[in-house]
């Protein structure tokens, strides 16, 4: 055997790349699309400040084991067209499509631990607090 053909013969026999170890589940699906949205909402905010349409959005900070998520879902759907700003149409995309794995398509996967409407509006801090090691 040629030195050329062994990293070849390496590769095959090493096989195709792995792949995820489980598919999505219903549950990580709300999950990561929620977190996309709060964080595109908060990209949203800060690049377009000026922008009229953008500055009376409702804010998004999703907690999809909210009670009161689905009605800010709904909310945000709603609220007024931004014409001009290309970003916000395509954030209402991604609502919308949540609002309809919640609602439809994941109902069952989902347990609501929270019916707090305010925690929507502001984020919750989450603070890291150190335990005192005696000596």
Not at 16 to 35: E, K, N, V
Not at 52 to 57: E, G, H, T
Not at 59 to 86: E, G, M, T
Request: contains cysteine; proline residues 10%.
């Amino acid at each position: 055997m040629t030195p050329q053909l062994l990293p070849l013969l390496m590769l095959l026999l090493a096989g195709p790349p792995a792949a995820q170890p489980a598919p999505p589940t219903c549950y990580s699906r709300m999950l990561a699309l929620s977190r996309e949205i709060t964080a595109d909402s908060r990209s949203l905010q800060v690049t377009e400040p000026s922008e009229p349409c953008v500055r009376y959005l409702p804010r998004l900070y999703l907690d999809i084991h909210n009670y009161c998520v689905l009605a800010k879902l709904r909310d945000f759907v709603a609220s007024p067209q931004c014409w001009k700003v290309a970003r916000v149409d395509a954030l209402k995309d991604k609502v919308r499509k949540l609002y309809i794995i919640m609602n439809s398509f994941c109902r069952r996967d989902l347990v609501f631990l929270l019916d707090d409407c305010n925690a929507l509006e502001y984020p919750i801090l989450v603070t890291t607090v150190l335990p005192d090691h005696q000596s």
